[in-house]
C-alpha cells in the first residue's frame, strides 16, 4: 500500500501544470551603446583648439610645474560643433615631462568645456582627455584595455582624436572619458560620494618622495595620507581611513565599507591583461575610490595603456616573469604590502569568487577573439592618421607594436610590449594553471515560477546543478545592485524545492512587495571551486520587479527633460533636469505633501511644499540634487539619468499615483504626454511649463511670442535631415536668428 500511495503521489507530481520560466539577464553593457557619441570607437574625430594667447604654451608650461589647475581659454571646433570658449591645460606626469623634455610638441591636453560657459558641453559630456600614447606605439592599448574593464565593471569609454592646436596638426590622440563627477552620475545615478584619485602626488622628473597609494595603514591623522591620495570631493578623509583601517584591521567587516566583488573583479582584470602599471602587477596607482550612498567604497580604473606590460617590459628582469606572473601576487609575492589583494584574498569566499572571476575572463575574453577583433578594427579606423601624425614618436610601431614587441632606440632606451604576442604568452600561461583545472559545479536552466509576480505572490526560483556540495541564491533589491545577501538552495523537496534529488535546488524569494526590485544570482560551491550564473555576476544578474498598482489621480507627470544643455534655467541660471506636474482634472488640488522619486525602493526622496494646483496649472522641479544649496520648495534630491531610468509621482499615503518610465533621451529635447495630460510619452520639442499639443521650437521655450518661419543651412537653403552640412539656422518673426550644430 505504501508504494502505491508513493506511485500516485509521483503520478500526480508528474502531471501538474508546473509553469518555469527563464530569467532575464541584467545588460552591463546598455550604458555603454552610444553610436556617434563623443567616444564613438568606429571613427577618428576631428578637433581643432585654436587658443588666443599665443604664448599660451609658456603658460601652460609653468601651470604643470607650479600649479596644474591653471587654464587657457581656447576655441573648439569638433566636426562642426563650434564654442568660442573652452578651459585648456597640459596633463599627464611622465606623458607630459618626456616629450617637453626633447621639445615635441605632442603633448597631452586637457579640455574643460564648461568652466567659462557653465552648462557647456560636447555630446553630454563636460571633459575631454586627450592622451598621446607616449608608451604605446600601437596607440591601442588604452582603447583595447577599457573595452575589458567594461565587461565587468563600470571603466571609462575611448577613441580617437585627431588634433590641431591654432592651424597646425599636432596628431593622433587617445581620447578617454574623465572619472568625475559625471561618470559617477552616469554609472551610480548620483555624484556627491566621497571621491578619491588614488595616485602618489609627486611629479615626474621633479621628486618622487611620495609613498603609493596601497591602501595601507597609517593611524587616524589624515596628514598621512595626503601624500598618496588626492582627495576629490568636499569631505571624506575620515571614511577613506575607516575603509583602510577595517581593511588592515577588521578584514571581516570589509564589505560595510568596500564592494569587495567589484574590488575582485578589477584584480581578475588587472593580471588577465597584464595591466602591469597597476595595483597588483608593477606599480600601485591608476585607480579612482567613489563611496555610493550604501556606504560601500566603488573601484574604479584609470589610465591603461600599460595593458599587454607596456613599457615595463624589463622592470621585472626577463619579461618571462611577467608572461608567468601569479594570478593572485604577481611575479613577487613575498612582500605583503598590498593589502587590497593580501587581505581580501585571505579570505576562503573572496578568494573562491575571484577564481571565477578569472576563468569567466580567460574564457569569455582571452581564449576569444576579442581582443584581436578589437585591435584590427582600431588599426582599420586610425591607419590612416597614424601614418600622417607630424609627432609620433615611434614611426612605423602603430602597425608593428600589434603583434611583437617594439625596440625603442634599438632596444638600448627600452621595449614596449606587443599586444597580440604578451596575450598568447598571458593565455599560455593561465590557461595551463591550476585555477582553470579546477572542476567546479555546473550551474545550467536558472528559472522561476513567475516571470511577472504580484504582491505577495510566492516566487521560486530554481537551477539545475551538478558537482556541488551547497547551492547559494544571492539576492538584493538594493536599486544600486549592491549588497547581494546569501539564502540557502535546497533539493530537499521542501521550500519551494518539487522533487528531492533530482540535483534542482530551489529557493522562495523572501521579497514580496509592491514595487520590489529583486536581482540575484546562483552561486554553487564544491571543494574545488566556485561556479556563478551568470558568469559576469555581481556585475550583471536575474531580475524582476514585483508589480505594484497605480491609483488613478487627477495629478501626474506631464513631461520631463532629462538632457537640459541650453533649453530653460533655474532660477540659479542652471541648465538642470526638470519635471513637470499638471492637475488635468476640473478641481483644484493640494499637493503638499506628494511625492517624487527615480527610485521605486524610496517613494519619498522629494516631498512637495504645501502648493494647490489648479485646473489646467503646471508645476516645475528641478532634479538637480541641489535641495541643500538652493532650497527644497521645487528642488528634488536626485537628477535624472539620460540614459533611461523611472519616475515615480506617489500621493502622501505613498501610493503611486502616476510613473514615468524613459530611455536613452536626447540633449534638449523634452519626454511630453501626447495629447497633454493624458496621451503616452513621446519625445519632442520641449514645452517647458505649457501645453504638449503645442509643439515649440528650442527657442519658443524660452520667448513664446516668436515664430518660427524656417530652418536653413548657413547657404540659405530649406535644411534636410540627410544634409551634409553641420550648421541648422532656425529663423523667427522677430529677425532672430537661432544656430545649431550637428556632429556628424
Not at 486 to 496: A, E, H, L, Q, T
Amino acid at each position: 500500500m505504501l508504494y502505491i500511495c508513493i506511485m500516485k503521489k509521483l503520478i500526480i507530481l508528474f502531471f501538474l501544470p508546473i509553469f518555469v520560466f527563464s530569467q532575464q539577464v541584467f545588460d552591463s553593457q546598455l550604458i555603454y551603446q552610444d553610436p556617434q557619441g563623443v567616444f564613438d570607437e568606429s571613427i577618428v574625430r576631428d578637433l581643432s583648439i585654436n587658443f588666443y594667447d599665443d604664448d599660451y604654451h609658456d603658460f601652460l608650461i609653468d601651470s604643470w610645474f607650479n600649479n596644474t589647475k591653471l587654464r587657457q581659454p581656447a576655441s573648439f571646433d569638433m566636426g562642426g560643433v563650434y564654442y568660442d570658449t573652452v578651459a585648456v591645460r597640459y596633463k599627464g606626469n611622465s606623458t607630459f615631462y618626456i616629450p617637453w623634455s626633447v621639445n615635441n610638441s605632442k603633448l597631452p591636453f586637457n579640455i574643460d568645456m564648461n568652466q567659462y560657459v557653465i552648462g557647456q558641453n560636447i555630446l553630454g559630456y563636460d571633459k575631454l582627455k586627450l592622451a598621446n600614447s607616449l608608451f604605446d606605439p600601437s596607440m591601442r592599448k588604452e582603447i583595447t584595455g577599457l573595452s575589458v574593464y567594461r565587461e565587468y565593471m563600470p571603466a571609462s569609454q575611448s577613441n580617437f582624436i585627431n588634433l590641431t592646436v591654432n592651424d597646425e596638426l599636432i596628431g593622433l590622440y587617445v581620447n578617454t572619458e574623465s572619472i568625475n563627477l559625471d561618470f559617477m552620475d552616469k554609472h551610480f545615478n548620483e555624484n556627491d560620494g566621497v571621491f578619491f584619485k588614488c595616485e602618489s602626488q609627486d611629479l615626474f622628473g621633479v621628486e618622487a618622495t611620495s609613498l603609493v597609494s596601497s591602501l595601507d595603514y597609517r593611524g587616524v591623522d589624515s596628514l598621512e595620507y595626503y601624500e598618496s591620495y588626492e582627495l576629490k570631493s568636499a569631505y571624506g578623509w575620515e571614511e577613506l581611513i575607516q575603509m583602510i583601517y577595517t581593511l588592515n584591521h577588521d578584514i571581516e567587516n570589509i564589505e560595510k565599507y568596500l564592494n569587495v566583488d567589484r574590488v575582485l573583479w578589477y584584480l581578475a582584470v588587472n593580471t588577465s591583461i597584464l595591466n602591469a602599471d597597476t595595483y597588483n602587477l608593477v606599480n600601485i596607482r591608476n585607480y579612482y575610490m567613489y563611496q555610493t550612498a550604501n556606504g560601500q567604497f566603488q573601484i574604479i580604473p584609470w589610465d591603461v595603456s600599460e595593458s599587454f606590460i607596456g613599457a615595463l617590459y624589463w622592470w621585472w628582469g626577463d619579461p618571462q616573469n611577467l608572461y608567468e606572473a601569479s594570478p593572485y601576487y604577481g611575479y613577487d609575492p613575498y612582500i605583503e604590502d598590498r593589502p587590497l589583494i593580501y587581505n581580501l584574498l585571505s579570505i576562503e569566499r573572496y578568494k573562491q569568487n575571484y577564481d571565477a572571476h578569472l576563468r569567466t575572463i580567460v574564457n569569455q575574453i582571452i581564449n576569444t577573439s576579442f581582443i584581436s577583433d578589437k585591435v584590427y578594427n582600431l588599426g582599420d579606423v586610425a591607419s590612416y592618421n597614424a601614418q600622417l601624425d607630424p609627432n609620433t614618436f615611434f614611426g612605423d610601431g602603430f602597425e608593428s607594436n600589434v603583434n611583437e614587441d617594439y625596440w625603442f632606440f634599438n632596444g638600448q632606451w627600452n621595449t614596449f610590449g606587443g599586444i597580440l604576442n604578451t596575450l598568447d604568452a598571458r593565455s599560455e600561461f593561465l590557461n595551463n594553471h591550476p585555477l582553470m583545472m579546477a572542476n567546479v559545479p555546473v550551474i545550467e536552466n536558472v528559472t522561476q515560477n513567475i516571470a511577472l509576480p504580484n504582491p505577495d505572490d510566492e516566487v521560486v526560483v530554481s537551477a539545475q546543478v551538478f558537482g556541488s556540495e551547497e547551492v547559494e541564491l544571492m539576492i538584493t533589491t538594493q536599486s544600486d545592485h549592491f549588497n547581494f545577501q546569501s539564502y540557502s538552495m535546497n533539493d530537499s523537496g521542501v521550500d519551494g524545492d518539487q522533487v528531492a534529488g533530482d540535483n534542482i535546488f530551489s529557493a522562495i524569494i523572501p521579497f514580496s512587495n509592491p514595487g520590489d526590485y529583486v536581482q540575484y544570482y546562483v552561486r554553487a560551491v564544491n571543494q574545488d571551486g566556485v561556479a556563478l550564473s551568470p558568469e559576469k555576476a555581481e556585475f550583471e544578474f536575474y531580475f524582476y520587479t514585483v508589480n505594484y498598482n497605480v491609483i488613478s489621480s487627477d495629478i501626474v507627470i506631464n513631461e520631463i527633460m532629462a538632457s537640459n544643455d541650453n533649453i530653460v534655467a533655474d532660477e540659479f541660471g542652471e541648465y538642470d533636469d526638470w519635471i513637470e506636474i499638471y492637475n488635468k482634472g476640473s478641481n483644484s488640488i493640494n499637493i503638499a505633501n506628494y511625492h517624487l522619486s527615480d527610485n521605486l525602493s524610496i517613494l519619498d526622496k522629494y516631498t512637495f511644499p504645501d502648493v494647490t494646483l489648479s485646473p489646467d496649472q503646471y508645476f516645475i522641479i528641478w532634479a538637480d540634487d541641489d535641495e541643500e544649496e538652493q532650497g527644497d520648495y521645487n528642488h528634488a534630491t536626485f537628477k535624472l539619468s539620460a540614459s533611461g531610468e523611472e519616475v515615480y509621482l506617489s500621493d502622501p499615503n505613498l501610493n503611486i499615483i502616476d510613473v514615468c518610465e524613459f530611455e536613452e533621451q536626447d540633449t534638449d529635447m523634452g519626454y511630453a504626454r501626447v495629447p497633454n495630460g493624458v496621451g503616452e510619452f513621446a519625445i519632442q520639442n520641449p514645452t517647458f511649463s505649457a501645453n504638449n499639443d503645442e509643439l515649440s521650437s528650442l527657442l519658443d521655450v524660452k520667448q513664446n511670442q516668436r515664430q518660427l518661419l524656417r530652418v536653413v543651412d548657413v547657404l540659405g537653403r530649406d535644411y534636410s535631415p540627410n544634409s551634409t552640412n553641420t550648421t541648422i539656422l532656425y529663423l523667427y518673426d522677430d529677425g532672430s536668428v537661432q544656430k545649431q550644430c550637428v556632429l556628424k
